[in-house]
């Protein structure tokens, strides 16, 4: 049974001390998360675990200013491996997951036209996280680069600062949105029906979306921190990723 699980949506004020652990993750991990702590608390019943969510490169930034994380999970590799070049973070990035894009529609959509859909008289905004500071983001702009409509769809586009504020505006406020697919296997996303609201992202328009963990110095010394690390990159971890419709590394 979990003892606490705390899911804070800014910067966390406790460090690391005795068995609780506060761990910066990416935005599209959050829908994974619950099952992941599940998991996690059946072997380590004791530990105490504070979530921060937000998008990868706003975790960074808050790490490199001294936040006291124990442990990044980010949306791609670039993050963690600054980290681990400035010296803050003290395990070399590994791999947990591969993410995936899809596209996203409160109303039936014909998602065999692929990218050229955005483009339609039809289409009149498109939420996309930000480029900027999130690597989903970064990677939809790539799909539309790539695709060659990117130029004619900026007007289009409302930045969402993390994936899941954009999938907040995707369900709320647009036509459309490209999102984490991972966000589609929550419960909350039930209504959503693939093929009718939503589908994949032909993932040759972007570049694999490898994501990085790490230790960072504030979880140096602690064996909780270690033992959720190696459970990110266990078997039972793993199998629930998968289910999220993640890739494994």
């Known amino acids: ?10 910067m966390a004020l406790s460090m690391v001390s005795g068995g609780e652990i506060v761990i ?14 599940e998991a996690f608390a ?15 490169g706003k975790l960074t930034a808050q790490i490199l200013h001294g936040a ?24 070399q990035p590994r791999v947990y997951a591969q993410g995936a894009l ?17 483009d339609s008289k ?11 500071t999130a690597p989903y983001g970064e990677a939809s702009r790539e799909a539309m680069e790539r695709s060659g409509c990117y130029a004619t769809l900026r007007e289009k586009l409302v930045f969402g600062e993390s994936i899941a504020q954009t999938v907040s505006y995707t369900i709320r406020a647009t036509d459309i949105g490209i ?14 029906q693939e093929g009718v609201h939503w589908a994949s992202v032909d993932p040759h ?36 990723l998968r289910r999220f419709g993640y890739l494994l590394p």
């Not at 004791?46 to 998008?55: A, F, M, Q």
């Not at 905004?125 to 900027?132: F, L, T, V």
């Open 1 to 10: 049974m979990i003892k606490r699980i705390v899911i804070v949506m800014g």
């Open 24 to 37: 910066a993750v990416a935005a599209n991990v959050s829908y994974a998360m619950k099952p992941l702590l």
């Open 42 to 56: 059946k072997t380590h019943p004791t530990t105490k675990v504070s979530v921060v969510l937000g998008s990868s």
């Open 68 to 91: 006291p994380y124990a442990l990044l999970l980010s949306a791609n590799m670039r993050y963690p491996q600054r980290l681990y070049e400035a010296g803050v973070a003290v395990s």
């Open 102 to 118: 899809a596209y996203l529609s409160r109303t039936p959509r014909d998602f065999s036209q692929g990218m050229a859909l955005l």
């Open 122 to 132: 039809q289409i009149h905004k498109i939420a996309i996280a930000n480029p900027k």
């Open 179 to 192: 999102i984490a697919k991972s966000s589609l296997y929550s419960p909350q996303m039930s209504a959503y």
């Open 205 to 240: 328009l972007y570049t694999p979306i490898k994501q990085g963990i790490v230790i960072l110095k504030q979880g140096a010394k602690s064996p909780e921190v270690k033992a959720f690390y190696a459970f990110m990159l266990s078997p039972p971890a793993q199998t629930i």
